[in-house]
């Protein structure tokens, strides 16, 4: 089946520090990707929709600016935290569907960003 | 987008047939409903989708009501390994899904 690769599973920052993770689809190509994040002991909410080769939908609430998402080939999108602060410190996951869209959507591992 | 709503939570016997419930009374006519179960510390993972007939694969079915104001997601033996929070999520415009609260099951050996 599809597979959607996400890295780094987790990764510890300091305060004011930018963070990249990546999200791959390994065995198709996904020109939307979405990313969403989760706190602890609730459900995913979407952060922004992922197209490629142009710009990011975000979400209500979700600033821009802070999160940096490029989406710069089929099969590679790429969220930045941008001046990292401690309340930003959550699961992130990225999601894509492999067409003709028989299956649902896949999801990657998720991403434990932890700001110090 | 249309919204669902789940119990909070419930349990299971081991090697019984589990029913989870899902109302999503808003629906619009060309919203498909997925269902996704999640792991502690790991990205969701697809069980099963449908639009109006009723669905089967080798995780689960899905029962969809007539008026598809309901739907149920069946795991014919419930192991230890589908203890998870189960979603139940419309696909709305855009292809996006919007997550609510979910369920989570307890399967008991």
């Known amino acids: 089946g599809a597979v959607v690769s996400q890295h780094p599973s987790r990764v510890i920052c300091k305060s004011g520090t930018s963070v990249k993770i990546e999200c791959r689809s390994l065995d198709f190509q996904a020109t939307t990707m979405f990313w969403y994040r989760q706190f602890p002991k609730q459900s995913l909410m979407l952060m922004a929709t992922s197209n490629e080769g142009s710009k990011a939908t975000y979400e209500q609430g979700v600033e821009k600016d802070k999160f940096l998402i490029n989406h710069a080939s089929l099969t590679l999108s790429t969220l930045t935290v941008t001046s990292a602060h401690p309340e930003d410190s959550s699961f992130y996951i990225c999601?894509?569907?492999?067409?003709?869209?028989?299956?649902?959507?896949?999801f990657g591992s998720g991403t434990r960003l932890t700001v110090v | 987008d249309a919204k669902t709503t789940q119990p909070n939570s419930m349990e299971s016997n081991e090697e019984e047939p589990v029913h989870l419930p899902c109302n999503h009374s808003t629906i619009s006519g060309t919203d498909y409903i997925h269902w996704y179960r999640q792991l502690p510390s790991q990205g969701p993972e697809y069980v099963i989708h449908?639009?109006?007939s009723n669905v089967n694969n080798r995780m689960a079915s899905l029962a969809i009501a007539e008026d598809r104001k309901s739907s149920t997601l069946i795991l014919h033996r419930a192991t230890l390994r589908d203890a998870a929070v189960y979603y139940c999520i419309l696909e709305g415009a855009g292809n996006m899904l919007t997550f609510g609260g979910g369920t989570r099951l307890m399967v008991k050996p």
């Open positions: 999601s894509a569907r492999d067409p003709p869209y028989t299956y649902g959507y896949t």
């Open positions: 449908g639009l109006t």
